[in-house]
């Protein structure tokens, strides 16, 4: 019976690398364009060799071909946290955070592989359960922020998207992850690994769907350098839109996709319809901030403002934080807030002589 089941899992495994393999090609063919499109081809490789690293028959494998199958796997939650991230925030950029992440990973990766070299188990051990404890705890904020921007994504079929990723995959991977700590490296029966590998198969079988039907509109292959404007309004469900953003709704900072459809009185689903659609934004926020940053590139470039604090013409536009607006602010106009500001003295003082 276990050598039936052994069999079946190694047919389920073959098709599963094979579907992820896939993915990566039809994401790397649109690498070059798009950054999520290059990080979803980097996680389809981490789900193939996650699912050849499970296998029960991995250990006779060469080692010319181990050593980078498990790296790949033990950086899987890592690809799977920037590649969720990129998918669902149109302007993330690979900053200090991720690089700091990357080298923390590399550094835990590297020890274990040097215990493993001079075999002492105990590090290997530790080693491996830091490695579980990072990817619960990245797979942990993808559920949160995927759940947190829910409300914000003015795209349909994203937002479905969104709760597939985030309920299945998230939750697998979790689940995955709580039973490798909990298994301390013990083998599991033949019966959950082969569950383990019908899941993932279904999981993979998802996301090749999704991702193939749905590229054109996930991955926007061409906008312009300043992200998201604002079309002219064609109904009167945009042009109140509009209107109340530039009456000053933008101020408030606890504006939601839903206060604003109250505040005007509609549906959201057709005022998530009419900003989307209708005037070109693919988020509330970056809706939303468009009206900040403007306001606020304004007061910049106003010399009667230049002796008030950035920070003070950031959260009287509506920004909780600096932070945030910073990125916002350079994402846009290519500047940091500062930068803008001092180029805008040297402009007025170049005149004024």
Known sequence: MDNELAM?????????????????????????????????????LGASAYLICSAPWFGSLPGVVFVPL??????????????????????????????????????????????????AHALTQVSDVVLQLAGVALVLHILFSGIAGFGGDLLERRRKLRIYVVVSIGAYMLLVAIAELVLAGAAPPAWITLLNTTGILILVAGIALMITTLSRELYPLSRGPNGDQPKAPQNALMKKAQEAMEAGAFRDETLTLASLAQTIRVPEYQLRRAINQGLGFRNFNAFVNHYRLVEIKAALSDPEKARLPILT??????????????????????????????????QDSTLSS
């Not at 393999?21 to 950054?35: F, G, N």
């Not at 950086?75 to 690979?94: K, Q």
């Not at 950031?314 to 602010?329: E, H, M």
């Open 8 to 44: 079946f899992d190694s047919l389920l495994r073959g098709a599963g690398v094979g579907i992820a393999l896939l993915i990566c090609a039809h994401q790397a063919s649109m690498a070059l364009q798009v950054r999520a499109a290059a990080l979803g081809a980097l996680f389809s």
């Open 70 to 119: 498990v790296m790949l796997c033990l950086l899987n939650p890592f690809l799977f946290w920037l590649f969720a991230r990129s998918l669902f925030d149109d302007v993330f950029r690979l900053s200090r955070l991720e690089g700091l992440v990357a080298c923390g990973f590399a550094a835990i990766i590297s020890i274990r592989f040097v215990g493993h070299a001079i075999e």
């Open 313 to 346: 013409l950031a959260l009287s536009a509506g920004f909780g934080s600096v932070a945030p607006f910073n990125r916002a602010f350079k994402a846009t106009f290519g500047l940091t807030p500062s930068q803008f500001r001092a180029g805008q003295k040297q």
